[in-house]
């Protein structure tokens, strides 16, 4: 399975400027690709267009799969800068709810939470509430949370752009763990730290609105 943007343009509504002017990204089952580039260069957007919440105004976005193929919203999941778990609810509440939405029954949500908890260092922490984490804990939430929900892909936009550069280091192996322990997810990474993108199999930069090779 395979995440494509081919050649996208996207139009916001009510503005008369192209974000993007042509940009192709492909993202495989399995690899983990970090995207550099400018404040406003439209990395978000690329991100939103892979993940099918922004629809390009020229161009394709599609999932490259054997027939019928999903669609990108249900193929992907997310982790942004901001880390939305509840605060009052465990841990392992956090994840399982990811599990329980796909239809899992409660005890099988439960041992996959405590297993993503695991992949991401948090097995210790599964009973605290969120509310007792530090930001970097909470981001392992949110990510063993993404992983979790099943989806093939991981769309990670700064996931660790609230965080000191040893917590972020932290975070990204997590996040590079988890999804290596999820059957092979995809991660795509929007960071402006050089060291997180080493730590990806592969590095993109957006810049002029293209996606170029680094
Ligand atoms: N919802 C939106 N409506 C209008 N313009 C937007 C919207 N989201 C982003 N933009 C514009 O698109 C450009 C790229 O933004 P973004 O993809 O967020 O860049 P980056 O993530 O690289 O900082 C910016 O000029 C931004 O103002
Ligand atoms: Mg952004």
Same mark, same amino acid.
């Given at each position: 399975?395979?995440?494509?943007?081919?050649?996208?343009?996207?139009?916001?509504?009510?503005?008369?400027?192209?974000?993007?002017?042509?940009?192709?990204?492909?993202?495989?089952?399995?690899?983990?690709?970090?995207?550099?580039?400018?404040?406003?260069?439209?990395?978000?957007?690329?991100?939103?267009?892979?993940?099918?919440?922004?629809?390009? %105004?020229? @161009?394709?976005?599609? +999932?490259? =799969?054997?027939? !019928?193929?999903?669609? /990108?919203?249900?193929? &992907? $999941?997310? #982790?942004?800068?901001?880390?939305?778990?509840?605060?009052?609810?465990?841990?392992?509440?956090?994840?399982?709810?990811?599990?329980?939405?796909?239809?899992?029954?409660?005890?099988?949500?439960?041992?996959?939470?405590?297993?993503?908890?695991?992949?991401?260092?948090?097995?210790?922490?599964?009973?605290?509430?969120?509310?007792?984490?530090?930001?970097?804990?909470?981001?392992?939430?949110?990510?063993?949370?993404?992983? %979790?929900? @099943?989806?093939?892909? +991981?769309? =990670?936009?700064? !996931?660790?752009?609230? /965080?000191?550069?040893? &917590? $972020?280091? #932290?975070?990204?192996?997590?996040?590079?763990?988890?999804?290596?322990?999820?059957?092979?997810?995809?991660?795509?990474?929007?960071?402006?730290?050089?060291?997180?993108?080493?730590?990806?199999?592969?590095?993109?930069?957006?810049?002029?609105?293209?996606?170029?090779?680094?």
């Amino acid at each position: 399975m395979r995440l494509v943007a081919d050649q996208v343009v996207v139009r916001y509504p009510r503005t008369d400027r192209d974000v993007l002017a042509g940009a192709s990204l492909t993202v495989d089952a399995g690899e983990s690709v970090a995207v550099l580039g400018p404040s406003g260069s439209g990395k978000s957007t690329m991100l939103s267009v892979l993940g099918g919440l922004v629809r390009p %105004a020229v @161009g394709a976005a599609y +999932v490259d =799969a054997a027939p !019928p193929a999903p669609r /990108l919203r249900d193929v &992907t $999941s997310w #982790v942004l800068q901001t880390t939305n778990a509840l605060p009052e609810r465990s841990a392992l509440d956090n994840v399982a709810l990811a599990a329980l939405t796909r239809g899992v029954s409660r005890p099988a949500a439960h041992a996959e939470a405590r297993e993503r908890l695991a992949q991401v260092g948090l097995a210790a922490r599964a009973d605290d509430p969120a509310r007792v984490l530090s930001g970097g804990e909470l981001q392992r939430v949110v990510i063993a949370r993404a992983l %979790a929900g @099943g989806r093939p892909f +991981v769309l =990670a936009d700064e !996931p660790t752009g609230q /965080l000191d550069h040893a &917590t $972020s280091m #932290v975070v990204l192996d997590a996040l590079l763990e988890g999804a290596a322990g999820a059957s092979g997810t995809g991660v795509v990474v929007v960071t402006h730290d050089p060291e997180v993108a080493a730590r990806c199999t592969r590095t993109v930069r957006i810049e002029d609105g293209k996606v170029l090779a680094s």
